[in-house]
């Protein structure tokens, strides 16, 4: 019987439920689940995000969950050249994804070469771009109260 590879890429900043369950949901789903941590070169220059916690903390903190045999650091935006250096099944994805331009597309090109992709239910309710936002806030909130002009946002 051959091994399915489980591949679930994130940021994996600001650590939190929503995360935890992808992950969880894709070991569920594979043999051996790698977890994709993207460098910080890569949030700055794809999503345009400074990331809170380092690559290499980030990639430990990830390293260190249960659900996860195996650390990958993204160093490139093309999915299909991660596949060419893991060599991954099974690529997971929350459903926020499915349906748009860039899921189909992600799906189109993994069929191509044999990857199925797997949806997990999207934690709405938690997300970094919320917490991003509430830090931001509170930063902003606590500069004014000193009398200081932020920066933030």
């Not at 993204?74 to 994804?97: A, I, M, Q, S």
Request: glycine letters at 8%; aromatic letters at 10%; charged letters at 30%.
């Amino acid at each position: 019987m051959a091994v399915s590879i489980g591949y679930a890429a994130g940021a994996f900043d600001l650590f939190h439920i929503g995360h935890l369950n992808i992950l969880r949901h894709a070991k569920e789903q594979c043999d051996l689940l790698i977890a994709g941590v993207v460098s910080d070169e890569m949030l700055r220059e794809v999503k345009g995000v400074e990331p809170f916690v380092p690559t290499v903390e980030r990639a430990q903190i990830v390293r260190d969950i249960r659900y996860v045999d195996h650390v990958h650091i993204e160093t490139v935006p093309d999915k299909l050249e991660v596949w060419r250096e893991v060599g991954f099944t099974h690529f997971f994805k929350g459903d926020d994804w499915r349906g748009t331009e860039k899921g189909l597309r992600l799906e189109r090109e993994f069929a191509a070469v044999g990857v199925q992709v797997v949806y997990f239910p999207y934690t709405a309710h938690t997300s970094s771009s919320q917490l991003r936002r509430a830090l931001d806030a509170a930063v902003i909130a606590k500069d004014e109260r000193r009398g200081i002009r932020s920066d933030v946002g």
